[in-house]
Structure formats: structure tokens, C-alpha cells
């Protein structure tokens, strides 16, 4: 593949998104493809400062503050780490992405899903995922990977938890070509059998 692609990944924490991202740049590596890795928040540099306040502040946090914090992160994320990759040919992957903000903060606490997707378009500069993996799992085995040791998005609750879960559900409705759901409770290595069949088969569509 000569072609840069952005490659992202989402769902609920404890879904496998992060294990399936690492064993996809395994996979890219040994094809001698060469890749990034990045995540949101918290790419390199200024976004580990705003992933520290988001997940762990301990105070109260608006749910406005919130999302603009995300949106800081996300346009960062985009300019200085996955813009200038792509358009160097490299295939990055991002461990969430623009999805998450309107899984999360618009089904799950319920803000205004079209204002999200404005400011969402601000912070990208209208660019969005060449493809995105969704990995689906029930709420309740989600909670159970994750443990007892929950950081502040973790803690919000099952009714939460199951409104951003069918908010994904219903991004992948409305945008199939880009949105792959995958089903997490799979084993490991069906999903990245999976995966792979995706990731090869869009990359020569895309050529």
C-alpha cells in the first residue's frame, strides 16, 4: 500500500479495540508497511497532559468542559501527529476518534448530536477515518474486563454505558462503508483474522 490511510478504533473500554490496534501494527509491521500509532486523548506530547485531566481530575468536570477537552486533544491529535503522517504514505492507527466524542457525550450524556458533529468537523478540519472498527460487546462483560480499578469514563454507570454502546451501533447504521462493526466476543484471533480480511480488502478498494 503507497496510499496513507486513517485507520480507527473504537467502543467501549475493556472491548479489545487497543489489544486488536497493537496486533494490526504487528501484522503491518512484518508486511514492512509502515505505520503509527496514536490514541486519543493522549497522543504524544500535549495530549498526555489532557488525558491525565480528563480521566483522572478528580474534581467536578461539565459535561461542556468535557468535550471541548476532547476536541482540544482531537485537533492536536490531527495537525501535529496524523496529518503528517498520512500525507508521508504511513498507515495510522488511533485507539478513538471523533466517534467516541459522539457515542460518549452525545448518546451517552445526552448533548446536542449536531452541535458535536460541528465541533467535531472544527477540530478535524473536516477530515474523518478512512475506515473505523467498532468492537460491539455487551455492557456487562465490558465492566467485568475493565475490573475494579475504573478511571472517571469508566465509573458512569451501566444506563450510561448502554446508551454509548447503542450510540455506536447507530453511527455504524448510518455510515456502513466507513463503520465495520466487529464482535468483540469473539476470540482474539478470529477478530484479527477479521480485521485483516477488512483492512486488506479497503486497501485495494482504496488503491
Known sequence: MKKGLFITFEGADGCGKTTQMQLLAEYLEKKNIAFLLTREPGGKGLGEKVR???????????????SFLFLADRAQNID?????????????LCDRHIDSTVAYQGYGRG???????MLNNIATNN?????TF??????????KRVG????RMESAGIEFHNRVRNGYLELAK???????????????EEIHQEIIQIFETYGRLSQ
Open 52 to 66: 491525565e485531566i480528563l480521566l483522572n481530575y478528580k474534581g467536578p468536570v461539565s459535561d461542556r468542559c468535557e
Open 80 to 92: 501535529i501527529i496524523v496529518n503528517p503522517a498520512v500525507a508521508e504514505g504511513k498507515i495510522v
Open 111 to 117: 448533548l446536542d448530536i449536531e452541535r458535536i458533529n
Open 127 to 131: 477530515k474523518k477515518p478512512d475506515l
Open 134 to 143: 467498532v468492537f460491539d460487546i455487551d455492557v456487562e462483560t465490558s465492566m
Open 148 to 151: 475494579k480499578e475504573k478511571d
Open 174 to 188: 448510518q455510515e456502513p462503508e466507513r463503520i465495520k462493526v466487529i464482535n468483540a466476543a469473539k476470540s482474539i
